[in-house]
């Protein structure tokens, strides 16, 4: 880092903070040459490729925008939208690219969109997949119900019956005659 003063080619780090949101890290900088000190702020960027080959910042607004689409009129908050979006966000940094594409994005907007709300689920999936008749849509919801059968809490599911060896074998009647 050239220091500003006397750009000097070198500069020592005196001191390193992440910003609140975690999405910068400020450094206090000292030049050792006129001993003058200096901050920067470095963020590591996030690229989208577009299906157009347009490259272009990622966005949680955009993300947003997306989404809200899907949750009209559904009860789903302003909050809650800013929380799928940073979780996509950081779902797509994960995989440690500097470039991803839109496609990334979208797959990643279905697992907290569904977490959310499972009819602004499907409304967005039916668009990002393509859905082009009811069979999709029909087929769509069925994974659902049998992924939510089986992921219910023990509380909402039926009683689970007592294992074969524990069940009682019926009391023969002591009125035969």
Do not use: W
Not at 2 to 9: G, K, L, S, T
Not at 109 to 130: F, I, K, M
Not at 140 to 150: K, M, Q, T, Y
């Amino acid at each position: 880092m050239h220091c500003p003063f006397c750009q000097f080619a070198d500069s020592r780090v005196v001191d390193s903070r992440t910003s609140d949101d975690g999405q910068s890290i400020r450094r206090r900088r000292q030049c050792p040459r006129c001993g003058r000190r200096f901050s920067t702020s470095e963020t590591a960027s996030l690229t989208v490729l577009k299906r157009s080959g347009v490259a272009e910042p990622f966005s949680r607004d955009k993300v947003i925008a997306g989404v809200r689409k899907a949750c009209q009129g559904r009860p789903v908050t302003a909050d809650q939208l800013a929380r799928l979006a940073q979780q996509v966000e950081e779902q797509v940094r994960t995989a440690g690219r500097a470039e991803v594409d839109a496609h990334d994005v979208g797959v990643a907007v279905l697992a907290p969109l569904r977490e959310l709300d499972e009819v602004a689920y499907l409304r967005y999936a039916s668009v990002y997949q393509g859905f082009d008749s009811l069979e999709d849509f029909e087929a769509a919801i069925a994974l659902l119900r049998a992924e939510n059968s089986v992921g219910q809490p023990v509380s909402a599911q039926r009683p689970a019956e007592p294992p074969q060896d524990q069940q009682q074998a019926p009391q023969p009647s002591s009125a035969r005659g």
